[in-house]
T-cell receptor, first 111, second 114 residues
Framework: EDKVVQSPLSLVVHEGDTVTLNCSYEVTNFRSLLWYKQEKKAPTFLFMLTSSGIEKKSGRLSSILDKKELFSILNITATQTGDSAIYLC???????????FGTGTSLTVIP | NAGVTQTPKFQVLKTGQSMTLQCAQDMNHNSMYWYRQDPGMGLRLIYYSASEGTTDKGEVPNGYNVSRLNKREFSLRLESAAPSQTSVYFC?????????????FGAGSRLTVL
């Protein structure tokens, strides 16, 4: 059965810290891995990764995929209180229309 | 561009009552989805529709029905609500980005069943 595991489940850091969130997956027929940020509302899209070793970057956030070892990481540098959210990863297989989500990592950034 | 719009935002029901959550997207996406989100459980797929006229069960379909009314609209119906259906419900649609599919979510509907 395809599944996605995120770690840690929750994390509390101080402003300015750097955090690394992990997403590992056991899937057949991989097509893409997606990262979302969820504050007190709908998840919003951050990154989509399809190829190994290519870093996607947006400001202080970056993500990379390792298709051989079946994981992805999301890095946030110089964290701010506005980064406090649940971070979700999901994968999309090559066939079918479903997306499979992990349970998320809850990040709290304290001043 | 409104994206994905779902209504209502909040609803309180009594056990046994029925209701329909409405969802519409204006991005011309073929696929639409209903998820529920509970603490510690992540997003779980209830039903999805790959295209107009088709629907399929997801991970947790029991107690729900769906209708893909047209390409834009995908509704979720609870025929006889139960307290276990207290949750936050998200509608989403799927479009392509650089040749791969990406989900766009609605703002969510918080449902409480007493």
């Amino acid at each position: 059965e395809d599944k996605v595991v995120q770690s840690p489940l929750s994390l509390v850091v101080h402003e300015g810290d750097t955090v690394t969130l992990n997403c590992s997956y056991e899937v057949t027929n991989f097509r893409s891995l997606l990262w979302y940020k969820q504050e007190k509302k709908a998840p919003t899209f951050l990154f989509m990764l399809t190829s190994s070793g290519i870093e996607k970057k947006s400001g202080r956030l970056s993500s990379i995929l390792d298709k051989k070892e079946l994981f992805s990481i999301l890095n946030i540098t110089a964290t701010q209180t506005g980064d406090s959210a649940i971070y979700l990863c999901a994968f999309k297989p090559n066939t079918g229309n479903q997306f499979y989500f992990g349970t998320g990592t809850s990040l709290t950034v304290i001043p | 561009n409104a994206g994905v719009t779902q209504t209502p935002k909040f609803q309180v029901l009594k056990t046994g009552q029925s209701m329909t959550l409405q969802c519409a997207q204006d991005m011309n996406h073929n696929s639409m989805y209903w998820y529920r989100q509970d603490p510690g459980m992540g997003l779980r797929l209830i039903y999805y529709s790959a295209s107009e006229g088709t629907t399929d069960k997801g991970e947790v379909p029991n107690g729900y029905n769906v209708s893909r009314l047209n390409k834009r609209e995908f509704s979720l119906r609870l025929e006889s609500a139960a307290p276990s259906q207290t949750s936050v419900y998200f509608c989403a649609s799927s479009g392509t980005l650089s040749g791969a599919n990406v989900l766009t979510f609605g703002a969510g509907s918080r449902l409480t069943v007493l």
